[in-house]
């Protein structure tokens, strides 16, 4: 299986295939009939505004660049609206194979006496200082802005600065660093022309046009003599951080055409993921974590087997009453080992909702390695993700109340009460606390009114009564009969030694899966935080895959030994040993935002631990079940096999 996947990731790499269904688009010089359904303007759209230094994204039209007066935004799914994507048209547009120079698309007025029209230019001169990010998209691809970096390597951005700003003492931030002239002191520096390469490719012996396969931009900075009518020639236009006064600022642009006869359009986000500074060391560390990964899991694996073929040969060896007497080891708490926990209405709760995370969780890596999922489908991701646990609250439902009932429980109606609305509840408290802030701040990526009524009428409408039907079934069903029988008396668990007692075992369990996961990790948060393009899916479902395999057999390690301790308290052991990663996960978290990013403000703060808390609970979840369920299993296994009667 492991190897299936790899070889499907590398597949996946070298075809560049992305999701079935995106057709291209042709276009052609204007008059050209030759070609049906051929276009000869090239629109380009704006998206949302996003920093490493905040988190707070803004629309395009939050800081008063050139719009359009009648905008009919292109439509959304859901999970572009989750990520604060807000996709407008713009008034750039340009006629294919047409290139322009120096064209005007509007002139700005601030006169810094209105105070209307004073806080736009305060507002600009924040975004520059926090260095926003623009993203235009051309034929559904990122215009992107590619500059060298080290060892003669070229980065491609997906977005471009709308400007830098250099300190008092003369020290050039950010952007700013890529021009000499960009030195007076205390100075903002406005990029307001962009010059535009648009690559396309002929199909050859088809009579199919030309289509888009690149559209790179570079930034520039012009002081214009006549503001109505620029001509990009003037030294950088510069504005004083306090600046009194009337400040004019025309925004224009210059596009020319290439044609690349070695890109196709398939692979043609090819050189955007390729140039991404974290591609070129992933491979190796990801490889060298997957064969220390699984050298640990088949140690593990060859040590229970083992043990267990000796204890399982002996114990079935023993006929006489002395010989039981003499028994010891896990055998000894077979009248004890189904007792049911403490707190089981709990437990089966946090159980239906990690396997409901869970099968989500599989399902949406699984198609995203099919491409299904990439980035050229912007917010399949999330839509694909919340659908999926919208739809398995069955599954929830039925686990929870199965287990409950195995545990003795009878309170069946605040068990499923409890599946539909305990771990969805506290992630929706967070989320709309989070979603608050952002309204205060006026952040595109808070949600609309009407998409957060929709999301809770998938939660109450469809989520819910799936929940109720599962659990429906799954009290129907008869209780999970155990393989052997539990004693009326509880059997008293001897002094523990530090090693097998509770906390201790906890926190080492949870250290083997962490490490199998932190490099992957590091580039998911790059992702998130650092607005990186994520799409190696197929590492990520094998790592997936060694995470469930890790926690499941360490988790059963340790659980064999707290069972040779004599100590038959598992359940609970069981699920948090596994769920303890998502504590180290936090920590890392922690450690990311100081070590890595550059976040300020207390807003922004407080929304990167509250998104973080989110993530943290649901890690919780699905890596706590999966240490259960495989006890649970393994339980089951050994005390059905040997002769304990």
Known sequence: MLLWVLGAALLARSAGFYLPGLAPVSFCVPGNDQVPDCKSTIELFVNRLDSVESVLPYEYTAFDFCSMIKMKRPSENLGQVLFGER???????????????????????????KSSEKSKLDFLKKGMLLNYQHHWIVDNMPVTWCYDVEDGQKFCNPGFPIGCYVTEAGQSKDACVVNSNFKEPDSFYIFNHVDITISYH???????????????????????????????????KILKNKFEGDYKISYTYSVNFVEDKKIRWASRWDY?????????????????SLVIVLFLSGMVAMIMLRTLHKDIARYNQMDSVEDAQEEFGWKLVHGDVFRPPRKGMLLSVFLGSGTQIFIMTFIT?????LGFLSPANRGALMTCSVVLWVLLGTPAGYVA??????????????NVLLTAFLCPGVVFADFFVMNLILWG??????????????????????????????????????????????????RQIPDQSFYTKPFPGIVMGGILPFGCIFIQLFFILNSIWSHQMYYMFGFLFLVFIILVITCSEATILLCYFHLCAEDYHWQWRSFLTSGFTALYFLIYAIHY???????????????????????ALIFFLFTGTIGFLACFWFVTKIYSVVKVD
């Open 87 to 113: 996709i407008e048209p713009s008034p750039y547009k340009f006629e294919f194979k047409k290139p322009e120079v120096c064209q005007k698309v509007c002139t700005k007025t601030y006169d810094t006496s």
């Open 202 to 236: 002929i199909v050859e012996h088809e009579q199919l046009g030309a289509r888009l396969v690149a559209a790179k931009i570079e930034p520039k900075s012009y002081e214009n003599s006549n503001e109505d009518a620029p001509d990009c020639s003037g030294g950088p």
């Open 272 to 288: 955007i993921l390729e140039s991404m500074p974290h591609t070129n060391i992933q491979w190796f560390s990801i490889m060298n």
């Open 365 to 369: 890596l699984f198609f995203a390695c």
């Open 401 to 414: 109340a199965r287990l409950y009932k195995s545990f003795g429980g009878e309170k069946w109606k605040t």
């Open 441 to 490: 701040e006026g952040s595109s990526a808070a949600m609309p009114f009407g998409t957060l009524v929709a999301i809770l009428a998938l939660w109450f409408c469809i989520s819910v009564p799936l929940t109720f039907i599962g659990a429906y079934f799954g009290f129907k069903k008869s209780a999970i009969e155990h393989p052997v029988r539990t004693n009326q008396i509880p």
């Open 593 to 615: 935002f100081f070590s890595k990013l550059q976040i300020t403000g207390l807003a922004s703060t407080i929304l990167y631990f509250g998104y973080t808390l989110i993530m």
